[in-house]
Protein backbone atom coordinates (compact mmCIF):
# COMPACT_ATOMS: atom_id res chain seq x y z
CA UNK A 1 0.00 0.00 0.00
CA UNK A 2 0.87 3.63 -1.10
CA UNK A 3 1.93 5.71 2.20
CA UNK A 4 0.35 9.38 1.35
CA UNK A 5 0.45 12.43 3.75
CA UNK A 6 -2.46 14.75 3.45
CA UNK A 7 -3.14 17.98 5.70
CA UNK A 8 -4.52 21.41 5.77
CA UNK A 9 -4.97 24.84 6.96
CA UNK A 10 -8.33 27.24 7.15
CA UNK A 11 -6.77 29.91 5.66
CA UNK A 12 -8.36 32.72 7.96
CA UNK A 13 -4.71 34.25 8.89
CA UNK A 14 -1.35 34.35 8.68
CA UNK A 15 0.35 31.28 10.42
CA UNK A 16 2.37 31.13 14.05
CA UNK A 17 4.50 29.74 16.07
CA UNK A 18 1.90 27.26 17.78
CA UNK A 19 0.87 25.93 13.81
CA UNK A 20 5.07 25.94 13.46
CA UNK A 21 5.24 23.72 16.70
CA UNK A 22 2.10 22.13 16.73
CA UNK A 23 2.14 20.75 12.79
CA UNK A 24 4.01 22.29 10.16
CA UNK A 25 7.13 21.15 11.74
CA UNK A 26 6.38 17.86 11.26
CA UNK A 27 5.22 18.23 8.03
CA UNK A 28 8.21 19.69 6.68
CA UNK A 29 10.12 16.49 8.44
CA UNK A 30 7.94 13.99 6.86
CA UNK A 31 8.55 15.89 3.57
CA UNK A 32 12.25 15.72 3.94
CA UNK A 33 12.27 12.23 5.45
CA UNK A 34 11.26 10.58 1.82
CA UNK A 35 9.19 8.17 3.37
CA UNK A 36 6.44 8.44 1.49
CA UNK A 37 4.97 8.51 -1.98
CA UNK A 38 3.05 11.57 -2.05
CA UNK A 39 2.21 14.48 0.35
CA UNK A 40 -0.48 17.19 0.06
CA UNK A 41 -0.73 20.09 1.74
CA UNK A 42 -4.74 21.81 1.59
CA UNK A 43 -5.75 25.19 2.21
CA UNK A 44 -8.73 24.15 3.07
CA UNK A 45 -10.52 27.44 1.97
CA UNK A 46 -13.96 25.43 1.39
CA UNK A 47 -14.06 24.58 5.23
CA UNK A 48 -12.80 28.21 6.21
CA UNK A 49 -15.88 29.84 4.78
CA UNK A 50 -18.21 26.84 6.95
CA UNK A 51 -17.98 30.04 9.58
CA UNK A 52 -16.44 32.47 7.37
CA UNK A 53 -19.17 32.64 4.64
CA UNK A 54 -19.93 36.50 5.40
CA UNK A 55 -16.44 37.23 4.96
CA UNK A 56 -15.21 36.13 1.62
CA UNK A 57 -12.66 38.50 1.29
CA UNK A 58 -10.72 37.51 4.23
CA UNK A 59 -10.80 33.76 3.31
CA UNK A 60 -9.50 34.96 -0.34
CA UNK A 61 -6.76 36.85 0.91
CA UNK A 62 -5.34 34.12 3.33
CA UNK A 63 -4.79 31.95 0.16
CA UNK A 64 -1.75 33.57 -0.60
CA UNK A 65 -0.56 34.31 3.23
CA UNK A 66 -1.26 30.49 4.17
CA UNK A 67 0.71 29.40 0.77
CA UNK A 68 3.99 31.96 1.79
CA UNK A 69 3.87 30.98 5.00
CA UNK A 70 3.99 26.93 4.22
CA UNK A 71 6.66 27.83 1.58
CA UNK A 72 8.87 30.48 3.91
CA UNK A 73 9.34 27.70 6.36
CA UNK A 74 10.48 24.94 4.20
CA UNK A 75 7.65 23.18 2.39
CA UNK A 76 9.04 22.02 -0.97
CA UNK A 77 6.84 22.26 -4.06
CA UNK A 78 8.72 19.93 -5.52
CA UNK A 79 7.91 17.21 -2.50
CA UNK A 80 4.63 18.43 -1.55
CA UNK A 81 1.61 19.25 -3.83
CA UNK A 82 0.05 22.69 -2.35
CA UNK A 83 -3.40 22.77 -3.80
CA UNK A 84 -6.81 24.98 -3.19
CA UNK A 85 -9.40 22.93 -1.33
CA UNK A 86 -12.47 24.63 -3.36
CA UNK A 87 -10.93 23.80 -6.43
CA UNK A 88 -11.34 20.08 -6.08
CA UNK A 89 -14.87 20.22 -6.68
CA UNK A 90 -14.98 16.06 -6.63
CA UNK A 91 -14.10 17.05 -2.58
CA UNK A 92 -17.86 18.45 -2.36
CA UNK A 93 -18.89 15.42 -4.10
CA UNK A 94 -17.52 12.98 -2.21
CA UNK A 95 -18.92 14.81 0.71
CA UNK A 96 -22.85 14.76 -0.37
CA UNK A 97 -22.41 10.71 -0.72
CA UNK A 98 -20.41 10.13 2.95
CA UNK A 99 -23.76 12.45 4.11
CA UNK A 100 -25.71 9.43 4.21
CA UNK A 101 -23.13 7.76 6.71
CA UNK A 102 -22.96 9.77 9.08
CA UNK A 103 -25.94 11.11 12.01
CA UNK A 104 -26.76 14.15 13.05
CA UNK A 105 -26.27 13.01 16.14
CA UNK A 106 -22.74 11.94 15.80
CA UNK A 107 -21.78 15.17 14.54
CA UNK A 108 -23.11 16.94 17.79
CA UNK A 109 -21.17 14.94 19.74
CA UNK A 110 -17.68 15.85 18.31
CA UNK A 111 -15.98 17.66 20.58
CA UNK A 112 -13.76 20.01 18.59
CA UNK A 113 -17.16 20.75 16.84
CA UNK A 114 -19.22 21.09 20.17
CA UNK A 115 -16.23 23.39 21.02
CA UNK A 116 -16.17 25.89 18.06
CA UNK A 117 -19.84 26.14 18.17
CA UNK A 118 -19.80 27.46 21.80
CA UNK A 119 -16.77 29.74 20.89
CA UNK A 120 -18.69 31.38 17.49
CA UNK A 121 -21.98 31.85 19.96
CA UNK A 122 -23.80 29.38 17.00
CA UNK A 123 -25.31 27.55 20.14
CA UNK A 124 -29.06 27.81 18.84
CA UNK A 125 -28.34 28.25 15.32
CA UNK A 126 -25.73 26.23 13.78
CA UNK A 127 -25.11 26.52 10.13
CA UNK A 128 -25.17 22.90 8.08
CA UNK A 129 -22.47 23.65 6.56
CA UNK A 130 -20.41 24.39 9.37
CA UNK A 131 -21.90 21.02 11.77
CA UNK A 132 -21.12 19.37 8.41
CA UNK A 133 -17.20 20.04 7.95
CA UNK A 134 -16.10 16.87 9.75
CA UNK A 135 -17.90 15.24 6.78
CA UNK A 136 -15.79 17.31 4.17
CA UNK A 137 -12.83 16.51 5.94
CA UNK A 138 -13.29 12.75 5.35
CA UNK A 139 -13.91 13.56 1.57
CA UNK A 140 -10.38 15.38 1.60
CA UNK A 141 -8.24 12.45 3.17
CA UNK A 142 -10.18 9.87 1.49
CA UNK A 143 -9.65 11.68 -1.82
CA UNK A 144 -6.37 11.29 -1.97
CA UNK A 145 -6.14 8.27 -0.17
CA UNK A 146 -4.17 9.22 2.52
CA UNK A 147 -2.43 7.12 4.99
CA UNK A 148 -1.11 9.78 7.45
CA UNK A 149 -2.78 12.65 8.31
CA UNK A 150 0.10 14.93 10.94
CA UNK A 151 -2.24 16.95 12.51
CA UNK A 152 -2.70 19.04 16.27
CA UNK A 153 -4.78 16.81 18.55
CA UNK A 154 -7.44 19.05 18.43
CA UNK A 155 -8.26 17.25 14.97
CA UNK A 156 -8.47 14.02 16.39
CA UNK A 157 -12.38 13.98 16.46
CA UNK A 158 -11.76 14.36 12.80
CA UNK A 159 -9.77 11.69 11.87
CA UNK A 160 -12.00 9.50 14.36
CA UNK A 161 -14.71 10.78 12.32
CA UNK A 162 -13.20 9.61 9.06
CA UNK A 163 -12.17 6.08 10.50
CA UNK A 164 -15.52 5.65 10.89
CA UNK A 165 -17.63 6.90 7.38
CA UNK A 166 -14.33 4.53 5.92
CA UNK A 167 -15.57 1.80 7.81
CA UNK A 168 -18.99 1.98 7.09
CA UNK A 169 -18.46 2.75 3.36
CA UNK A 170 -16.34 -0.05 2.62
CA UNK A 171 -18.56 -1.99 4.39
CA UNK A 172 -21.45 -1.37 2.76
CA UNK A 173 -20.26 -0.90 -0.38
CA UNK A 174 -17.16 -3.07 -0.83
CA UNK A 175 -13.57 -2.43 -0.19
CA UNK A 176 -12.79 1.38 -1.40
CA UNK A 177 -11.54 3.56 0.48
CA UNK A 178 -8.22 3.67 2.37
CA UNK A 179 -7.95 3.59 6.51
CA UNK A 180 -6.24 6.85 7.74
CA UNK A 181 -4.29 7.16 10.95
CA UNK A 182 -3.87 10.69 12.48
CA UNK A 183 0.06 11.73 13.53
CA UNK A 184 0.39 13.95 16.04
CA UNK A 185 4.05 15.67 17.79
CA UNK A 186 5.39 13.41 20.04
CA UNK A 187 5.30 15.93 23.12
CA UNK A 188 2.94 17.69 25.41
CA UNK A 189 4.66 20.93 24.77
CA UNK A 190 4.07 20.62 20.98
CA UNK A 191 0.55 19.79 20.91
CA UNK A 192 -0.91 22.65 22.42
CA UNK A 193 2.13 25.92 22.43
CA UNK A 194 0.62 28.00 25.13
CA UNK A 195 0.05 31.82 24.04
CA UNK A 196 2.17 34.84 24.93
CA UNK A 197 -0.35 35.77 27.69
CA UNK A 198 -0.12 32.49 29.16
CA UNK A 199 -3.35 31.18 28.32
CA UNK A 200 -3.35 27.36 27.16
CA UNK A 201 -3.55 28.28 23.15
CA UNK A 202 -1.64 30.32 21.12
CA UNK A 203 -4.78 31.70 18.63
CA UNK A 204 -5.20 34.74 16.83
CA UNK A 205 -8.59 35.20 17.96
CA UNK A 206 -7.07 35.61 21.53
CA UNK A 207 -4.53 38.00 20.02
CA UNK A 208 -1.47 36.29 21.87
CA UNK A 209 0.56 34.98 18.59
CA UNK A 210 4.14 35.39 17.46
CA UNK A 211 3.33 34.99 13.68
CA UNK A 212 6.10 33.67 11.27
CA UNK A 213 6.02 37.01 9.31
CA UNK A 214 6.65 39.30 12.18
CA UNK A 215 8.71 41.69 12.13
CA UNK A 216 11.89 42.17 14.89
CA UNK A 217 10.59 45.02 16.82
CA UNK A 218 7.02 43.07 16.57
CA UNK A 219 8.65 39.94 18.14
CA UNK A 220 10.84 41.47 20.77
CA UNK A 221 7.65 43.60 22.14
CA UNK A 222 5.93 40.24 22.23
CA UNK A 223 8.81 38.61 23.90
CA UNK A 224 9.19 41.57 26.64
CA UNK A 225 5.83 41.95 27.26
CA UNK A 226 5.71 38.22 28.21
CA UNK A 227 3.96 36.38 31.20
CA UNK A 228 5.89 35.39 33.36
CA UNK A 229 5.32 34.33 37.09
CA UNK A 230 3.20 37.23 38.54
CA UNK A 231 4.73 36.97 42.31
CA UNK A 232 8.64 37.14 41.14
CA UNK A 233 8.75 40.90 41.55
CA UNK A 234 12.56 41.54 42.37
CA UNK A 235 15.12 39.94 41.11
CA UNK A 236 16.34 38.34 44.04
CA UNK A 237 12.98 36.94 44.47
CA UNK A 238 12.62 33.24 44.04
CA UNK A 239 10.60 32.55 40.48
CA UNK A 240 8.54 30.23 39.01
CA UNK A 241 9.31 27.78 36.31
CA UNK A 242 6.47 25.89 35.44
CA UNK A 243 3.37 28.14 34.09
CA UNK A 244 6.36 30.81 32.80
CA UNK A 245 5.78 31.39 29.39
CA UNK A 246 9.05 32.31 29.04
CA UNK A 247 10.85 29.11 30.10
CA UNK A 248 7.82 27.09 28.38
CA UNK A 249 9.14 28.35 24.95
CA UNK A 250 12.72 27.93 26.03
CA UNK A 251 11.65 24.41 26.48
CA UNK A 252 10.65 24.50 23.06
CA UNK A 253 13.21 26.35 21.46
CA UNK A 254 16.47 26.58 23.34
CA UNK A 255 19.28 24.78 21.50
CA UNK A 256 22.39 24.30 23.17
CA UNK A 257 24.46 26.29 21.12
CA UNK A 258 22.17 29.12 22.20
CA UNK A 259 24.15 28.93 25.50
CA UNK A 260 27.06 29.59 24.15
CA UNK A 261 26.33 32.36 21.42
CA UNK A 262 23.70 33.98 24.19
CA UNK A 263 24.25 33.19 27.82
CA UNK A 264 27.78 31.47 28.21
CA UNK A 265 27.40 32.03 31.79
CA UNK A 266 24.99 28.78 31.82
CA UNK A 267 25.75 25.50 30.44
CA UNK A 268 22.13 24.35 30.03
CA UNK A 269 18.40 24.99 30.50
CA UNK A 270 18.49 23.41 34.11
CA UNK A 271 21.24 25.50 35.28
CA UNK A 272 19.23 28.45 33.80
CA UNK A 273 15.89 27.25 35.65
CA UNK A 274 17.94 26.49 38.72
CA UNK A 275 18.98 30.17 38.93
CA UNK A 276 15.33 31.31 38.72
CA UNK A 277 14.15 29.10 41.05
CA UNK A 278 16.37 30.00 43.76
CA UNK A 279 16.24 33.58 42.98
CA UNK A 280 18.58 36.70 41.67
CA UNK A 281 17.42 36.08 37.78
CA UNK A 282 15.31 38.69 36.56
CA UNK A 283 13.00 38.35 33.82
CA UNK A 284 14.73 40.96 30.82
CA UNK A 285 17.56 38.80 31.04
CA UNK A 286 15.53 35.69 30.12
CA UNK A 287 13.24 37.28 28.02
CA UNK A 288 16.25 38.86 26.15
CA UNK A 289 17.97 35.31 25.79
CA UNK A 290 14.35 34.16 24.66
CA UNK A 291 13.98 37.37 21.93
CA UNK A 292 17.48 36.29 20.73
CA UNK A 293 16.61 32.74 20.13
CA UNK A 294 13.37 33.55 18.34
CA UNK A 295 14.87 36.41 15.86
CA UNK A 296 17.64 33.34 15.03
CA UNK A 297 14.40 31.14 14.01
CA UNK A 298 12.17 33.42 12.61
CA UNK A 299 14.56 35.62 10.43
CA UNK A 300 15.16 33.54 7.93
CA UNK A 301 11.19 32.69 7.06
CA UNK A 302 10.33 36.29 7.04
CA UNK A 303 13.31 36.90 4.32
CA UNK A 304 12.05 33.87 2.63
CA UNK A 305 8.57 34.98 2.42
CA UNK A 306 9.86 38.66 1.61
CA UNK A 307 11.64 37.27 -1.48
CA UNK A 308 8.71 34.79 -2.21
CA UNK A 309 6.29 37.97 -2.16
CA UNK A 310 8.72 39.49 -4.95
CA UNK A 311 7.92 36.52 -7.21
CA UNK A 312 4.27 36.38 -6.61
CA UNK A 313 3.30 35.17 -9.60
CA UNK A 314 5.47 31.95 -9.09
CA UNK A 315 3.76 31.20 -5.95
CA UNK A 316 0.47 31.78 -7.96
CA UNK A 317 1.62 29.11 -10.37
CA UNK A 318 2.52 26.45 -7.30
CA UNK A 319 -0.96 26.93 -6.42
CA UNK A 320 -2.53 26.40 -9.79
CA UNK A 321 -0.11 23.51 -10.59
CA UNK A 322 -0.79 21.81 -7.37
CA UNK A 323 -4.19 22.56 -7.46
CA UNK A 324 -3.95 20.79 -11.05
CA UNK A 325 -2.46 17.61 -9.63
CA UNK A 326 -4.81 17.19 -6.69
CA UNK A 327 -7.95 17.26 -8.96
CA UNK A 328 -6.73 14.05 -10.78
CA UNK A 329 -5.71 12.78 -8.23
CA UNK A 330 -9.51 13.37 -6.55
CA UNK A 331 -11.19 12.48 -9.76
CA UNK A 332 -9.69 8.50 -10.15
CA UNK A 333 -11.50 8.26 -6.77
CA UNK A 334 -14.76 9.64 -7.31
CA UNK A 335 -15.15 7.70 -9.88
CA UNK A 336 -14.06 4.62 -7.53
CA UNK A 337 -16.58 5.65 -4.99
CA UNK A 338 -19.25 6.39 -7.97
CA UNK A 339 -18.38 3.03 -9.16
CA UNK A 340 -18.77 0.60 -5.61
CA UNK A 341 -22.31 3.08 -5.09
CA UNK A 342 -23.63 1.88 -8.50
CA UNK A 343 -24.16 5.75 -9.74
CA UNK A 344 -21.64 5.34 -13.14
CA UNK A 345 -24.27 5.23 -15.06
CA UNK A 346 -23.04 5.77 -18.47
CA UNK A 347 -18.61 4.58 -17.63
CA UNK A 348 -20.43 1.36 -17.18
CA UNK A 349 -21.22 -0.52 -19.96
CA UNK A 350 -22.94 -2.84 -18.06
CA UNK A 351 -25.77 -0.51 -17.29
CA UNK A 352 -27.01 -0.53 -20.54
CA UNK A 353 -26.93 -4.28 -20.75
CA UNK A 354 -28.91 -4.92 -17.32
CA UNK A 355 -31.70 -2.30 -18.83
CA UNK A 356 -31.46 -4.22 -22.44
CA UNK A 357 -31.94 -7.39 -20.37
CA UNK A 358 -35.03 -5.98 -18.54
CA UNK A 359 -36.86 -3.96 -21.06
CA UNK A 360 -36.13 -5.74 -24.39
CA UNK A 361 -35.82 -9.21 -23.96
N1 LIG B 1 -9.65 21.28 10.11
C1 LIG B 1 -8.29 21.60 9.81
C2 LIG B 1 -7.94 22.86 10.62
O1 LIG B 1 -8.80 23.56 11.07
C3 LIG B 1 -8.06 21.87 8.35
C4 LIG B 1 -8.35 20.68 7.48
C5 LIG B 1 -9.33 20.58 6.53
C6 LIG B 1 -7.66 19.43 7.49
N2 LIG B 1 -9.29 19.37 5.94
C7 LIG B 1 -8.29 18.63 6.47
C8 LIG B 1 -6.60 18.90 8.22
C9 LIG B 1 -7.88 17.33 6.23
C10 LIG B 1 -6.19 17.58 7.97
C11 LIG B 1 -6.84 16.80 6.97
O2 LIG B 1 -6.78 23.16 10.77
Redesign the pocket.
Known amino acids: MKKIV?????PTGRLHLGHYVG?LKQRIELQNSSEFDKIYI?I?DA??LTDNFDNPNKVRNNVIEVALDYLACGIDPNKTTIFI?SEVNELTELTYYYMNLVTLNRLQRNPTVKNEIGLRGFNNSIPVGFLN?PI??AA??TAFE?TC????V??LP??EQ?REIVKSFNNIYGNTLIMPEAKVPDSELEQRLPGTDGKAKMSKSLGNCIYLSDDEETIKKKVMSMYTDPNHIKVSDPGQVEGNIVFTYLDVFAKPEDFAKYLPEYKNLDELKDHYRRGGLGDVVIKKFLNNILQDFIKPIRERREELQKNIEYVYDILKNGTNDAKIIANKTLKKVKKAMMIDYFSDDEFLKEIIDKYLE
Do not use: F
Request: hydrophobic residues 40%.
Open positions: LTGDRSMAQAQYSQDIAIPVGDQMIT
